[in-house]
């Protein structure tokens, strides 16, 4: 964050990182520890229908390494391809972890390219803010959809980059800005970043913040790359408030050609 900038802000909830990390495909819980510290973030999502919060006696717990009383825990639905299987593990990782209501609302259309259903979302993000949730929700990038997810409620809307675990970046910012532009509540690029330049480049086009773990857990040297992360973060979101210069279709000198010597 900027000495100019003011704090993320969901839900009512303040952050200063502006770089959300996943806890999965880390070799172990101890790698998973090293890449969150690493990164600087304060928000860790975990897929709840895949993660031990304590429920399982045989492995560690994730709540060993992510203690709820350093980070806000983002408990989401990954996994999930119908509006009721979505709601049900909303519900189920309220239960685990006391009350805990902000979640990641995601509700996939198939297992080959993990494509948001953006139907069964909507139905999903309804139900949830009916029964009281704060629901983040991962979606396409269509700004139609974006806006109507808002409407019901969502205290985030999360747009893929591209698809999840690809790593291939921001495949369409046009409309990634498009859905900054048009709404009143946080967005961030979720899905698809694979380095550091893709991160700064979601800052630079607005976005209020990342969400990523492929990017991270799938890099030859996750703690260094979580690092990485978190300097292009803060550098593309310094970029966006300071405002970049114009593009120009001609060349411009960079010095100023009055009073110069043989002019």
Known sequence: MTLSDQPLRIAGREFTSRLLVGTGKYRDVTETAAALEASGTEVVTFAVRRTNLGQGNDVPSLLDVVPPSRYTLLPNTAGCYDAHAAVRTCRLARELLD?????????????????????????????????????????????????????????????????????????????????????????????????????????????????????????????????????????????????????????????PMEGCLGA
């Open 99 to 255: 009350g805990h209501n902000l979640v990641k609302l995601e509700v996939l259309g198939d297992e080959t390219t993990l494509y948001p259903n953006v139907v069964e979302t909507l139905k999903a993000a309804e139900t949830l803010i009916a029964d009281g949730f704060d629901v983040m929700a991962y979606t396409s990038d269509d700004p139609i959809v974006a806006a109507e997810l808002e409407k019901l409620g969502c205290c985030a809307i999360m747009p893929l980059g591209s698809l999840i675990g690809s790593g291939c970046g921001i495949q369409n910012p046009h409309n990634i800005r498009l859905i900054i532009e048009h709404s009143n509540v946080p967005v961030l690029i979720d899905a698809g970043i694979g380095t550091a330049s893709e991160a700064a480049l979601a800052m630079e086009l607005g976005c209020d913040a990342v969400l990523m773990n492929s990017a991270i857990a799938h890099a030859r040297d996750p703690i260094a790359m979580a690092s990485a992360m978190k300097a292009a973060v803060l550098a593309g979101r310094g970029a966006f408030l300071a405002g970049r210069m114009p593009r120009r279709e001609q060349a411009e000198p960079s010095s």
